[in-house]
Structure formats: C-alpha cells, structure tokens
C-alpha cells in the first residue's frame, strides 16, 4: 500500500528510498524479522514505542 506522498514504484526517482508505515510493517505485531546476507535480524516495538533492532 503506497502513501498518497509516496509515488509508484516504477515513478520514483533512481536512489530515493521507499518509504514503509510501521503499521503496515509490523501488521499488529511487536517485532517481526528481517534477513539480511543470511544473517537474521530482529526489529521490534518497545513499551516506550521506540524501535530496536538486534541481531
């Protein structure tokens, strides 16, 4: 689901980085996983709702 300030995929400029609601990341969940190289990452919402992010 795209932002109304966020252009299509196909419409961005090259190098500019998409942009992701954390709401939409996290789909009602407090962490979810994130593999990178092979390697697995957690990112998860604080009680302070703060994001970590751990190996």
Do not use: C
């Not at 190098?15 to 957690?42: A, C, K, M, W």
């Amino acid at each position: 689901m795209q932002t109304a300030a966020e252009p299509p995929a196909g419409d961005r400029e090259n190098g500019q980085p998409r942009t992701i609601g954390s709401d939409e990341l996290f789909d009602g969940q407090s962490e979810v996983f994130i593999r990178h190289n092979g390697v697995q990452y957690r990112l998860r919402i604080t009680r302070q709702d703060k994001l970590i992010l751990t190996k």
